[in-house]
């Protein structure tokens, strides 16, 4: 069983930074592709970044160029740095792993993912 456990969530002012980390307690952590979503109030959880096991990174169109995504084998860790953050990136995060089958990857689709974490909330101020 693959637990995500993410981490660094808070309350940001707009144009701050936050680096959210996600740790799995996988044996082979580096065959999983990794996922983070995220869920406003009231709205439906949606695709942020995705990173493969190859390291192809991947992100959703409102978050490029602000948000990047890495991995750490080593330490069977991603991390999802937010750069230049604005009200509407307030959301409760979630760290995804999808451990690795043969087939095409979709990294948008929330199904893709075997496991999930409880979340952290990212707050930011105006």
């Known amino acids: 069983q693959v637990q995500p456990v993410e981490s660094g969530g808070g309350l940001v002012q707009a144009g701050g930074s936050l680096r959210l980390s996600c740790a799995a307690s996988?044996?082979?952590?580096?065959?999983?592709?990794m996922g983070w979503f995220r869920q406003a109030p009231g709205k439906e959880r949606e695709f942020v970044a995705a990173?493969?096991?190859?390291?192809?990174?991947y992100y959703a169109e409102s978050v490029k160029g602000r948000f990047t995504m890495s991995r750490d084998n080593a330490k069977n860790t991603v991390y999802l740095q937010m750069n230049s953050l604005k009200p509407e990136d307030t959301a409760v995060y979630y760290c995804?792993?999808?451990?690795?089958?043969?087939?095409?990857?979709?990294?948008?689709?929330?199904?893709?993912?075997?496991?999930w974490g409880q979340g952290t909330q990212v707050t930011v101020s105006s």
């Open positions: 996988a044996r082979s952590f580096s065959s999983y592709a």
């Open positions: 995804a792993a999808r451990s690795y089958r043969s087939g095409s990857y979709s990294p948008h689709t929330s199904r893709e993912y075997n496991y």
């Open positions: 990173i493969s096991f190859s390291g192809s990174a």
